[in-house]
C-alpha cells in the first residue's frame, strides 16, 4: 500500500477501555480482540469497569516491558468525548513511548499535553478516521491478483464480520488472502487500511485502488464493504468502491430482519436477488468477469428453525451457498469460490 | 439554499484576466459573460492582456464607483499559481471592499496580504473550490418542486453548458427555472452552489440535496452534472448526485468525438441508449417516475452535414429530441418536457 496514504499500526497492543459499563460501548476492542487475538498483549481498565474482555491486565509500564508498542483506544464512551481521567492516562501512554490510536471523532493532536509527550518521546498519534493525503483519482488499470467484495441490501447487515469470517476460512483451506479494511473499526482490527467514507468524493475509487493493490495471481484480497448501492444517502460511495476494488467476486451480505433502509423509513429494501444483479450490473465496468459467490446473512434475529428455513429457502432462491458466518462459518462459500476458480491449493 | 453550506456572490463583479494571453485560459471569466452578462459591470485586464471580453474597461476605483461588490479571478494562469504583480491588485480590491472570488487550487486566506486587506475592509474572501461544512447525509425525502439533472457519457462532454441552456431555454417559454450549480465553474456563473467533488464521500447526496431545495410545484431545477455513472474514476460522485437530486427528467449529454472515456484508454464510451436506461434504473431509487427528455450533444468536431445527420440519426434510435445546444438551442426538448409534464405555463 502507498506509504503516503496507509493507516499501519504496530503491535503488541494494549486495549484501553476506561471504565465502560457495557460490551457495546467496547466493541473496538472486543471486535480486534476476537479477530487478531495474536496482535493483543492485554487491556488497560479502570476500577468500576464491568467489561472484561478476557486478556490479560498489564499496566502501561508492565506493557512497555512486554514490548507493546501501540495503546488502542477500544471503546467508544457516550457521547464521543473522552474524561479528562482517560486523558491523563492516555499522555503516560504517549510519554512511554506507544502509539495512541483513536477512532474517534477527534484529532488527538488537538490535546495539546498529548501532542507534546507524543513530541517527546517519538509516539505517533494515529486518528483512524482522518482522511489520507494524496490520493490519486481511480485509473481503472487492471490489478494482478483475486478480489473479493463485501456488499449489502443495507448499511450495517455484517460486511466486515463476514469479510473477517471469509480471509479466516479461505486462509483454513490453504487459499492465501489477505482482510482489505475500508473502515475505521476494520482498520484498527487489520491495523492497516483507508477509511474509504472519509475521503473527498472524487477520490472513492482511487481510494478502493490504493486498498487492494497488486498482488500474487492465486491470492485473495477480502475487501470489507460500505454502505450499499440501494441506500440513498451513501450509494456513491459503495460504486466508488465497487469500481476500485474490481472484484472478481462478490458476497451479498444481508439482515432479514431489517424493515427499512438503515435511517431511512419509505425506503425499503431490496430482495437478496436484486442486489446480486445491479452489483454485477455494475461491477462490470471495471471487471467483466464479476460474479456472485454466496450469501451471508445475520440470523441474529432468527430461531434455530427460522434460521435453518431461511436460509435453505434462499439458498433455492438465489441458487448459491447461504450461511451465517458467525454460526456456519463461511467454508461452503470456500468450496464455491474453489470451484468456480482455478484455485492452486493443497486442500 | 442552507446558509452554513453555500457560496453566495455579491454582484456586480469586476472580473480580472492579467494578461492572459489566451481565451481558453479566460474560460472562467467568459463563461460568466456568456450565461450572466447581467451581472458583470467590467474587466480588469493588464497591458500585454491579449483577451478582450468586450465589457467595459475598470479599474478598481472605477469598479467602486459602479458600486462593483467582488473582483472574480476569471482566469486559470498557467502553472495555477497567481504571478507576484497580480497579488498587488487583489490586494487592492480587497483594501477596496471588494469581496474576492477565487476557484483555483489556494487558499486567498493563505495569502497574508490579502488576509489582512480583506479583514480591514470586511471583504469577504471566497474559495469556490473550498468544500463547505456541516452538510447533512442525504435524507432520500421527496422535495416539492421539478428537478431536470443532466448527465453523461463521460466526463466534460457539456452539461454545464446544456443546463445553462436550457434553463434559458425553459425561462423563454414561460417556464420558471433556476441552474444549480455543482462544479467550480457553474459556481461562479450562478453565483451560489456546492462544489460537489470537494464533499467528503458520505455526504454527495446529502450535498445534492442542499442543492435543490424545496420550491413551487411548477419550478424547475436545472442541476448541473458531474462525471459519468461509466467513469471508471468518477461514477461515485455522479450516483450520490443522482440520488441526491431526485431527478423527475434526465438529459443525456456526449460527445459523439469521443474515443474513449476521459483520461482512460481501455474505457469506451456507453452508447447513449445505455446511459438513459442506466441513469434512470438508479435513479428511480429515488424518485420512481424518472425520465429521459432529450439529448445534448457537443457536434464541435462534426461538419454540418454530418451533425445533420448525427442527431437524426441518434433522434430516430432514442426517440427523443436531440441537439447541439450551442448551436440548436434546447428549445425543442423545452417542447417534450411541456408535453410529458402538466407545465403550467401561459406558452
Known amino acids: 500500500m502507498n506509504d503516503l496514504t496507509e493507516v499501519n499500526l504496530r503491535a503488541p497492543y494494549l486495549i484501553f477501555i476506561g471504565d465502560v459499563k457495557e460490551k457495546l460501548y467496547a466493541k473496538t476492542g472486543l471486535g480486534i480482540i476476537q479477530w487478531r487475538p ?45 474524561p479528562d481521567v482517560w486523558w491523563k492516562t492516555i ?14 471523532h477527534l484529532k488527538l493532536a488537538d490535546a495539546s499535553a498529548i501532542a507534546a509527550a507524543a513530541e ?15 490520493i490519486p483519482v481511480g485509473s481503472g488499470k487492471k490489478r494482478q491478483g483475486k478480489r473479493l467484495l463485501m456488499v449489502g441490501t443495507d448499511c450495517a447487515v455484517g460486511k466486515k464480520y463476514s469479510a473477517l469470517a471469509m480471509e479466516q476460512a479461505l486462509n483454513n483451506r490453504g487459499l492465501k488472502s489477505t482482510f482489505r ?36 495471481p492465486e491470492h485473495w484480497d477480502v475487501i470489507e464493504g460500505q454502505g450499499s448501492l440501494f441506500h440513498p444517502g451513501y450509494a456513491g460511495v459503495s460504486l466508488g468502491l465497487l469500481h476500485g476494488s474490481q472484484p472478481d467476486a462478490i458476497i ?5 430482519s431489517r424493515e427499512h433502509m438503515g435511517g431511512m423509513p419509505g425506503y425499503s429494501l431490496p430482495t437478496v436477488r436484486d442486489c446480486i444483479d445491479r452489483n454485477i450490473l455494475e461491477g462490470q465496468l471495471t471487471n467483466p ?9 445475520n440470523t441474529s434475529m432468527l430461531s434455530d428453525k427460522e434460521r ?33 476458480y482455478d484455485c492452486n491449493t493443497g486442500s
Open 308 to 340: 435453518e428455513s431461511y436460509l435453505r429457502n434462499l439458498a433455492n432462491e438465489v441458487n448459491l451457498p447461504c450461511v451465517d458466518p458467525l454460526i456456519q462459518g463461511c467454508d461452503e462459500i470456500v468450496t464455491q469460490i474453489k470451484n468456480k
Open 289 to 297: 468477469a464479476i460474479q456472485c459467490v454466496g450469501i451471508c446473512v
Open 120 to 134: 517527546k518521546s517519538g509516539a505517533r498519534l494515529i486518528d483512524v478516521r482522518n482522511p489520507p493525503k494524496n
Open 91 to 104: 499522555e503516560q501512554a504517549a510519554m512511554a513511548g506507544l502509539d495512541i490510536v483513536c477512532g474517534l
Open 181 to 216: 479494511a475500508t473502515g475505521q473499526t476494520g482498520i484498527m482490527i487489520a491495523g492497516v487500511g483507508v477509511p474509504i467514507d472519509t475521503v473527498v468524493a472524487d477520490f472513492i475509487s482511487g481510494t478502493a485502488e490504493l486498498v487492494s493493490p497488486d498482488n500474487d
Open 38 to 82: 495474536e496482535l493483543v498483549a492485554g487491556q488497560l481498565r479502570f476500577p468500576g469497569c464491568l467489561v472484561d474482555m478476557g486478556v490479560p491486565e498489564l499496566s502501561i509500564e508492565d506493557a512497555v516491558t512486554a514490548g507493546v508498542k501501540s495503546l488502542i483506544i477500544g471503546v467508544a464512551p457516550v457521547g464521543g468525548t473522552i
Open 252 to 256: 451479498v451480505c444481508h439482515d432479514p
